[in-house]
């Protein structure tokens, strides 16, 4: 499904680059994001408007207008924004204890009060600009991961083989993110291990060495 179309009295001006905001631009785009997350969770996509985000974040509509465009242009810079995070995956000294660690990370964030994370992924079904920054999103936090899989094989947790990082991460992974987010079935405890051991014993025995 399409996501509305803008409104006809929208600026239909391109939205302006990315870039690393500071002072008042700072606290503006603070306020917007804050409002998206809040409005999404309270009202689902379908009530995410610019001007409810306007009056949410207390910021004038033609601020917003100009600078986001549109729900797409507001989404799509919400997840563009982790892109300036510092975050980096743990390290535990396994390949087992690091995948366990990610997964953890990534049931608490699927399972967190508010909804954010879910609001945010089912919104990208229905923009095509949040869906694009959400395959950014996924770029970057894979290519942050692919540490875990270097020092593994530096360990000699690998085999001599190069091993495909995304395609081990992935199924790593994948089971906890299709329980919660596919599923919505209640969460395992045991799920964020048992993907990891599973994925890790896989990885040992060549199941994601690269071809050739």
């Given at each position: ?28 785009r ?42 797409g ?40 009060d ?9 919104a990208?079904?229905r ?86």
């Open positions: 499904m399409e996501p509305p179309a803008p409104s006809t009295d929208m600026p239909q001006d391109p939205p302006a680059p990315r870039r690393r905001p500071g002072g008042r631009t700072a606290r503006v603070a306020l917007v994001h804050g409002a998206v997350r809040e409005q999404l969770v309270a009202e689902g996509y379908d009530g995410l408007t610019v001007d409810a985000v306007a009056a949410r974040s207390g910021v004038h509509r033609t601020t917003v207008y100009r600078r986001w465009r549109d729900v242009g507001l989404l799509a810079d919400v997840l563009d924004s982790a892109a300036d995070d510092g975050w980096a995956p743990p390290d535990t000294g396994s390949l087992e204890g690091d995948l366990t660690a990610l997964n953890e990370e990534v049931a608490a964030g699927l399972t967190e508010p909804p954010i994370a879910m609001a945010l992924i089912a990208s079904f923009s095509p600009e949040a869906a694009e920054a959400l395959r950014r999103f996924w770029d970057d936090r894979y290519r942050r991961c692919a540490p875990v899989v270097e020092r593994a094989a530096a360990r000699g947790e690998l085999p001599g083989a190069a091993t495909d990082d995304r395609a081990l991460l992935v199924a790593a992974t994948a089971p906890v993110y299709h329980r919660l987010a596919l599923l919505r079935a209640p969460a395992d405890p045991a799920l964020p291990a048992t993907a990891a051991r599973t994925a890790a014993l896989a990885a040992g025995a060549g199941a994601f060495a690269v071809p050739g």
